[in-house]
């Protein structure tokens, strides 16, 4: 998709962006649902990983958050298996 290709453009220039945006648009917006997605969205790219763990516990505030992103990441993976595994970045979280 789009965002899925100038997320990444971005995640080249400046990874910690992305995580800034989902933080900004959980607090400042109110908006949980794309907080989410772009946290999942994140966990994609290498180059954001690193910055999960510092967003993580600001972003995800319910336990159905972090269902959430698990479940968003899922639909976002591009794999053939059922379950595609998480990224250790999510994991360690």
């Not at 400046?14 to 400042?28: S, V």
């Not at 917006?29 to 967003?55: D, M, V």
């Amino acid at each position: 998709s789009l965002i899925t290709e100038l997320s990444e453009l971005v995640a080249k220039k400046d990874p910690e962006f992305i995580l800034k945006l989902a933080l900004y648009t959980r607090d400042d917006l109110g908006i949980r649902l794309t907080a989410n997605y772009l946290l999942a969205l994140s966990s994609l790219f290498p180059e954001c990983r690193k910055y999960i763990q510092k967003y993580f516990s600001e972003s995800i505030r319910l336990p159905s958050d972090w269902m959430e992103v698990a479940e968003l990441y899922r639909t976002l993976e591009e794999s053939s298996k059922k379950y595609p595994p998480l990224p250790a970045a999510l994991r360690k979280v």
